[in-house]
């Protein structure tokens, strides 16, 4: 990271970007690339391998889909860069030339062969925690603990696993409910039902106070 902030302080001085940020400002945390145009992200330095601030270009090892790398090579008409093939990046939001994908290179740009050469005129940043230096000087309250993506990574396979035992557990309990045997209660099964206990009710035990129509009753 120290490595990191030093070139990539030096290209801003060397391109005469300096004024937009203070000197004395130094880089402290995790930057983020994004388009200029588009602002779209395009990479963060915990991908970045090299910088050539006198080519204006800083590469990164990995970068999101957002960058689009052409298939087409082409090689370079610079001097400087005479016989380096390379393929172009561009935003794929916005369609932006933003950079270069050198297949081969001269020597003094060995560092960034296969690497994603991002146009340093191309990007904008924005500085992780870059906030906190709003903070008051006497403030008790502690910075927040920044994840790294090891720790990131460990909460998301965690939260994932957690996640698929409790579906496990939903689709058992789902199968165990389709299994079990339905049972309905049939209109006249409810009225007879209703009417031994309406019955009871009255103290009277239904089984046995029972009406022989047969019997008639005379004067």
Do not use: W
């Amino acid at each position: 990271m120290d490595r990191l902030r030093n070139d990539y302080q030096e290209s801003y001085e060397m391109n005469g970007d300096m004024s937009a940020r203070d000197t004395d400002d130094a880089i402290n945390g995790p930057i983020v690339f994004s388009c200029s145009k588009c602002r779209t992200i395009l990479g963060d330095t915990f991908a970045y391998v090299a910088s050539l601030p006198e080519r204006n270009y800083f590469g990164l090892q990995a970068v999101p889909d957002s960058v689009v790398c052409s298939k087409t090579r082409k090689m370079s008409s610079d001097r400087s860069e005479e016989g380096s093939v390379y393929h172009e990046l561009s935003c794929g939001e916005c369609n932006a030339i933003i950079g270069r994908k050198y297949v081969t290179t001269t020597e003094d740009m060995d560092s960034v062969r296969n690497a994603y050469a991002l146009d340093i005129q191309k990007v904008i940043t924005y500085e992780l925690g870059k906030c906190l230096s709003n903070r008051p000087a006497n403030s008790d309250v502690p910075p927040p603990e920044f994840y790294t993506s090891v720790a990131f990574h460990e909460d998301l396979v965690m939260v994932k696993s957690n996640v698929t035992a409790i579906a496990a557990k939903l689709q058992k309990l789902e199968q165990a409910f389709l299994r079990a045997p339905q049972t309905t209660t049939s209109p006249r099964s409810a009225s007879s039902s209703g009417n031994k206990k309406r019955s009871s009710a009255h103290g009277l035990n239904p089984e046995i106070y029972q009406i022989d129509s047969s019997k008639r009753f005379s004067r």
